[in-house]
């Protein structure tokens, strides 16, 4: 509803600013147009900050005229973007709404930063959490400063953005269809570390077990993990590390769709993701 009403106004802002635009073009000396001109008049049209990010495009050129293109991507929108064309002589605007694939975008998006740095940002709480290249194209690296800890995120399933919560505490991701979903958190030890290891251990297993479910399940010195498939379709696995002596631990849960016998096409890049939980050394 929102963002119908951030629409709406923007139609009746253009009308005020195609008049103003007219008036700019018949002003003596008023010279072409810069990009950051014809920014300021975009977000004047269209107030997106906060509801979606606006990504200058290649310029074009028609009759001898630079046309400024852009385009706005809107957060929590799932089917379109808004592609704009900018008359760098006279101002004036072209707004066309076009339906793209969401997944792909996300994709190029994500990868599409010429420093190799991609910042994700939760539409909903406005948090940030940067990612850098990770493992070959499959994966984005995510280093948590806070807690010391790092994973290969698989971005080219998981391509939506669930939540990034506060304090940077880690991130979840889901899929495009809802059927999966990758979390991954970590923090403090409030206790002692092997009756925490313990304890959130046998507290998992309890929990899986009382939903009818029998987990497979490993555990170590400073890690454990469980698995187990719900209902016979969604296959779940949960890995927990601590390091020791440093107070502090990780985790990583993940779910996706995967019936008995079938082999997910993204099976091996989520179990490299989730071997690649560690915390840095030292």
Known sequence: MKKFFLRFTAVFAFVLLLSAACAWAAAPGSGKLSIDEALNLISKAIPYEGEGEIKPQESTWENGVEFYRFEIHWYGDSATYDSISVNSNTGAMDKEEIEYDYAQAMREHWQGSTSGEVTLKDGNTGNTVTLYPGDGDNYLFYGNNRVGYSVQIPHNYFTEIV???????????GTKD?????????????????????????????????????PSSDIGEDYWQVVWREK????HIRKFVLKKGAGVW???????????????????????????????EG
Not at 186 to 211: H, I, P
């Open 163 to 173: 939540l990034l919560p506060e304090n940077e505490d880690g991130m979840v991701l």
């Open 232 to 235: 016979g379709e969604t296959l």
């Open 178 to 214: 809802g059927t999966g979903q990758f979390r991954v958190t970590g923090g403090f030890v409030l206790d002692d570390e092997e009756v925490t290891l313990r304890d959130s251990f046998n507290s998992v297993v309890k929990a899986v077990e009382e939903k009818g479910e029998y």
């Open 250 to 280: 990780a985790e990583i849960e993940v779910h996706y769709a995967a019936s008995e016998g079938d082999v997910h096409p993204f099976a091996n890049v989520i179990d490299h993701s989730i071997d690649s939980l560690v915390f840095a």
